[in-house]
Nanobody, 124 residues
Framework: QVRLVESGGGLMQAGGSLRLSCAAS????????MGWFRQAPGKEREFVAA????????YFADSVKGRFTISRDNVKNMVYLQMNSLKPEDTAVYYC?????????????????WGQGTQVTVSS
């Protein structure tokens, strides 16, 4: 089992920045990839970014490329999502996810564990 706890969400004006954190505990040694997804009201959960745990390969949705970065600290078992140049359309609940055998990092069903989510609201 892997437990994930997100933090760092909040209210921000458009153009601002936020950093989300995800603390992982439990059997983290079995993790292959960590991902961030988001879900806005009335919309499906969508992929935001992912990073492989060992090699640190990163992947981003087109909508956030150039604005968001993802990083991890293997010692502290933390994953971060740095969000810059925020837009109102970035408003959503952001979820951290961990997968042990993730083949397609952009697909939610490829992840085994999920956090409870943290709200990000961007005002115009």
């Amino acid at each position: 089992q892997v437990r994930l706890v997100e933090s760092g969400g909040g209210l921000m004006q458009a153009g601002g920045s936020l950093r989300l954190s995800c603390a992982a505990s439990g059997r983290t040694f079995s993790t292959y990839a960590m991902g961030w997804f988001r879900q806005a009201p009335g919309k499906e959960r969508e992929f935001v970014a992912a990073i492989t745990w060992r090699r640190g390969w990163t992947y981003f949705a087109d909508s956030v490329k150039g604005r968001f970065t993802i990083s991890r600290d293997n010692v502290k078992n933390m994953v971060y999502l740095q969000m810059n140049s925020l837009k109102p359309e970035d408003t959503a609940v952001y979820y951290c996810a961990a997968g042990s055998a993730t083949q397609r990092v952009g697909i939610a069903s490829e992840y085994d564990y999920w956090g409870q989510g943290t709200q990000v609201t961007v005002s115009s």
